[in-house]
């Protein structure tokens, strides 16, 4: 059984930056795709990011791209979310995700293709 742990989420001002930390435990990360969702309040989960076990390919929502960058460090069994120029709208529960590598898209950018996944970590940013 996989366990992803989040981390590094708070409070930020517009334009700030965080990094959020994924860590995971009981198998090979290097077996795993991963990605990041996020859900605002009354808001359905949506997907963010995701990258290939390799750490060669990744894909991101139109809006985040160019501030947000996913990478991942199979040797440490972690992932990351580096999330500069934060905006008002990027507030949210980050929660990290990650399914078999062997399995599926590539890329895979719905929740359902996710069968692992953490507790969420809150980001806010103030305007």
């Known amino acids: 059984q996989v366990q992803l742990v989040e981390s590094g989420g708070g409070l930020v001002q517009t334009g700030g930056s965080l990094r959020l930390s994924c860590a995971a435990s009981g198998r090979a990360f290097s077996t795993l795709n991963m990605a990041w969702f996020r859900q605002a309040p009354g808001k359905e989960r949506e997907f963010v990011a995701t990258?290939?076990?390799?750490?060669?390919?990744?894909y991101y929502v139109d809006s985040v791209k160019g501030r947000f960058t996913i990478s991942r460090d199979n040797a440490k069994n972690t992932g990351y979310l580096q999330m500069n120029s934060l905006k008002p709208e990027d507030t949210a529960v980050y929660y990290c995700?990650?399914?078999?590598?062997?399995?599926?898209?590539?890329?895979?950018?719905?929740?359902?293709?996710?069968?692992?996944w953490g507790q969420g970590t809150q980001v806010t940013v103030s305007s």
């Open positions: 995700a990650a399914r078999d590598a062997a399995q599926g898209v590539l890329l895979a950018t719905r929740t359902a293709a996710y069968a692992y």
């Open positions: 990258i290939h076990w390799s750490g060669v390919n990744t």
